[in-house]
Structures are given as C-alpha cells and as structure tokens.
C-alpha cells in the first residue's frame, strides 16, 4: 500500500514537471517567433512589424557603354579605366546609413511606378554622342524595377536624386580606394 502512495506521489510529479517543461517549451517558442517578427535584420531578411521581404539590393551601370557598375548584391563595384577597354574590380559594401539614403529617394521618387525607358517629348529629339546611358535596378520590400536612361536630355530627371546619392558614394569610395583616373578618354 505505501508502494502504491509512493508511485501515485512520483506520478502526479512527473506529470506536474512534464506540464512545466510543456509550458515553457510553448511559451519560448512563442516568444522567440514574436521576436523574429519585430525584430529588424535587414541581413537576414527577417520581416520588420509584419511585414515581409526585406531586402535591398542595387544594380547601376553607368557611362559611356554601362560599363561602370556597382552590384550591391555582388558587392562589386566595376570602374571603367577606358583605355583598351580596361575595367578595374573592387570590392563594394553598402554601408547601411548609405542604404538608408538611398531607400529614402527610392520612396521620394516613386521609383517602382517609373517606366522601364524613358521618351522624349515634343518633336525635336536631342541626341548625344557619345551616349551616356544609365541602367538602374533597384530590389526593396520584394519589389523589383528596372530603368533605363540617358545622362543628357533630362531623362534622367525622375531618378536624378537617386543617381546624385550613388555618385556621391561611389565618389567618396573611389577617394578611399584611390582609384586612379582614366588616362585617357571618350572622345
């Protein structure tokens, strides 16, 4: 009879421990996934206050032929030396103050309802030679969107505050990687 108080004793305190353990499983599980959803880690891509895709990346070609180009993704930035078609690699991270800025003249300019090209207007057409083309992709919140334009003309006028932030990054870059200037030029 003692036997049986004594198994019934461990039997309600395995069940009251199991009970425990269950409930702290649940509860940490729950606190952790409440967690995952406000907590901002635009690395990780982890949804911020619900909402999901967060991700930012940029691709900008440049110049005569496009051949300067930062890729955000790639963290690659790609100088156009052009003599003899020469290009020079470098490695290029974003840093996030300068993401930042650039989110802030994505949303300003409406950058995701711009037509991919851009056409003039009015019946006399500008031409420039050499032509300057600029091809900017930009990825935010699981969005895409794709323009091309030319330097002159003012085509480039609806994503102009988004190229002036770029160029000022990749300037101040340049001046840190102490890339050279081009030795010679597009005529």
């Not at 305190?13 to 940490?28: C, D, G, N, S």
């Not at 406000?38 to 496009?66: L, M, R």
């Not at 930035?77 to 020079?88: A, L, R, W």
């Amino acid at each position: 009879m003692e036997n049986e108080k004594i198994g019934t004793k461990d039997k309600k305190a395995t069940l009251i421990i199991f009970a425990l353990v269950a409930t702290l499983v649940i509860a940490t599980s729950f606190a952790l996934w409440s967690f995952t959803v406000w907590y901002s880690d635009n690395s990780q891509g982890i949804a911020v206050n619900g909402t999901t895709g967060i991700d930012f990346d940029i691709y900008y070609s440049f110049g005569v032929g496009e051949k300067n180009v930062l890729d955000s993704a790639n963290n690659l930035y790609v100088k156009d030396m052009i003599c003899n078609g020469e290009t020079q690699k470098y490695s290029f991270v974003l840093a996030d103050e300068d993401k930042e800025k650039i989110k802030q003249a994505v949303i300003a300019s409406s950058f995701f309802d711009l037509k991919e090209t851009y056409e003039q207007q009015g019946d006399s057409k500008v031409l420039c030679s050499p032509s300057t083309t600029i091809t900017l992709t930009i990825t935010m919140d699981g969005k895409t969107n794709t323009v091309h334009r030319e330097e002159c003309a003012g085509s480039d006028a609806d994503i102009r505050s988004i190229i002036d932030i770029l160029n000022q990054i990749i300037q101040k870059r340049e001046d840190e990687f102490v890339i050279k200037e081009p030795e010679c030029g597009y005529i």
